[in-house]
């Protein structure tokens, strides 16, 4: 088993910046891929950004290109999401998650049905 934790939503004015911080316990040796995804409520979730803990790989959606930056620290088993330049259309409910399988027939980083484990969320709020 695989327990995400978040933190570090809160409330920015447009420009601002917020690092979003996802705590990883359990079997993280098994884990994969790591993901963040965000949700407005009426909204399909949105796959924000992706990384494969094995080579390092990531991976972003076109919206957050050049503004967001995902990435891992080992040691403290914590994934990372650096977000600058924010604009309200960011404002969303922010989630971790992991899974520990290679490659899901169908599925890319961005599909959340590929990923088996997700935390609580964190809110994050732009204004303009």
């Known amino acids: 088993q695989v327990q995400l934790v978040e933190s570090g939503g809160g409330s920015v004015q447009a420009g601002g910046s917020l690092r979003l911080s996802c705590v990883v316990s359990?079997?993280?040796?098994?884990?994969?891929?790591m993901a963040w995804f965000r949700q407005v409520p009426g909204k399909e979730r949105e796959g924000v950004a992706g990384?494969?803990?094995?080579?390092?790989?990531?991976y972003y959606t076109d919206s957050v290109k050049g503004r967001f930056t995902i990435s891992q620290d080992n040691a403290k088993n914590t994934l990372y999401l650096q977000m600058n330049s924010l604009k309200p259309e960011d404002t969303a409910m922010y989630y971790c998650?992991?899974?520990?399988?290679?490659?899901?027939?169908?599925?890319?980083?961005?599909?959340?049905?590929?990923?088996?484990?997700w935390g609580q969320g964190t809110q994050v709020t732009v204004s303009s």
């Open positions: 998650a992991a899974d520990y399988r290679r490659n899901v027939l169908g599925y890319y980083w961005y599909h959340g049905a590929r990923y088996t484990y």
């Open positions: 359990g079997y993280t040796y098994s884990i994969w891929w």
């Open positions: 990384l494969n803990t094995v080579d390092s790989s990531v």
